[in-house]
């Protein structure tokens, strides 16, 4: 298992700290808390996360649909 931290996820992601954190307590990003300042992200989880959120396209394959694989919050 990859561990990443805070930081190396964020720019992982092209996003900063804050907006991972903000993702973390509003869309479920999973993000374990190893002790009260130090938190880690599983490289794995975080790639099926991503995954859980793509974007599929459906239809005759021109694209013309689209929908999210993520449930409405």
């Known amino acids: 298992?990859?561990?990443l931290t805070?930081?190396?996820a964020a720019e992982l992601l092209r996003v900063s700290a804050d907006t991972l954190r903000r993702l973390?307590?509003?869309e479920g990003l999973p993000i374990m808390r190893i002790?009260?300042?130090r938190y880690l992200v599983s490289e794995e989880a975080l790639g099926e996360w991503l995954d859980s959120r793509t974007l599929r396209t459906w239809g005759d394959g021109d694209?013309?649909?689209v929908r999210s694989t993520?449930?409405?919050?």
């Open 1 to 3: 298992m990859t561990l």
């Open 70 to 73: 993520a449930t409405p919050g």
């Open 24 to 26: 973390h307590r509003r």
């Open 63 to 65: 694209g013309a649909g």
């Open 6 to 8: 805070i930081a190396e």
């Open 35 to 37: 002790s009260a300042r």
